[in-house]
């Protein structure tokens, strides 16, 4: 099928974010630059195994061609909410990325959920059949921001128990490990909620989760990744 590839080179903004309540949280990233603003819908795992191999990308670059790249941080100058309207253009089914030597930029390319196999040879490719894709630019830098706000965001949902690692309601939940006693929860909604031991949790609890960034030795000008789309059941108990 024909493709349309959204491309932003200069983007003045590129962040995570959520709608709605944690237990109940839809993930979105959005891109923003001059007049224009465009959102996909992610799922949670996606958003984190995003942001960690953009860690991993990083890194690799520095140690391979010795470009500076900031080191990691969990300090975040953007904590404002997503820009309206929030308009899903698409939802994401895979994701490359890249790295442009002659830019000194990463490249961050989503595409679209698609319903048949997806032939790997399209991500971070202009041919002109595929799915629908957003092609992002950054520097070091934004790639470093972007992930420790992602972190914050993923974060911000509900803690889990610690007992069951079960996700903890506002009102409390029912714990299989105390017997079913109800064990009550208080944490904070805000972005700006960030605990260790809630994202220790997430890699338990992400399918298939691998902390790993493999690089093509023979492919020394560009570094690229693709995850397929990892969906939860409607029913799953785990915080979005």
Aim: net charge negative; charged share 30%; proline share 6%.
């Amino acid at each position: 099928m024909a493709r349309t590839i959204h491309e932003f080179r200069s983007p003045r903004r590129f962040v995570a974010g959520t709608v709605g309540q944690p237990g109940d949280r839809t993930f979105y990233l959005q891109v923003a630059q001059g007049t224009r603003l465009m959102s996909v819908e992610m799922e949670k795992q996606q958003v984190l195994i995003l942001a960690d191999r953009l860690g991993y990308l990083l890194d690799e670059v520095r140690r391979r061609f010795g470009t500076p790249v900031p080191p990691e941080s969990t300090e975040v100058d953007d904590v404002s909410p997503l820009e309206s309207p929030i308009d899903a253009e698409f939802r994401v089914g895979s994701m490359g990325l890249g790295w442009d030597a002659e830019a000194a930029s990463v490249v961050i390319e989503l595409l679209a959920v698609t319903e048949q196999p997806l032939d790997e040879s399209v991500i971070l490719d202009d041919t002109e059949e595929g799915p629908d894709t957003v092609r992002v630019f950054l520097s070091a830098d934004e790639a470093r921001e972007f992930s420790a706000r992602s972190m914050r965001v993923i974060a911000a949902g509900r803690p889990l128990c610690p007992l069951c690692n079960q996700p903890l309601d506002p009102s409390g939940h029912i714990c299989a490990r105390s017997n079913g006693y109800k064990r009550d929860a208080e944490f904070s909604r805000s972005l700006e909620f960030v605990d260790p031991d809630v994202l220790a949790g997430l890699s338990r609890l992400v399918p298939g989760f691998d902390a790993s960034f493999e690089v093509d030795d023979e492919t020394d000008d560009q570094i690229d990744d693709a995850e397929d789309d990892t969906d939860s059941d409607d029913g799953d108990d785990t915080d979005r």
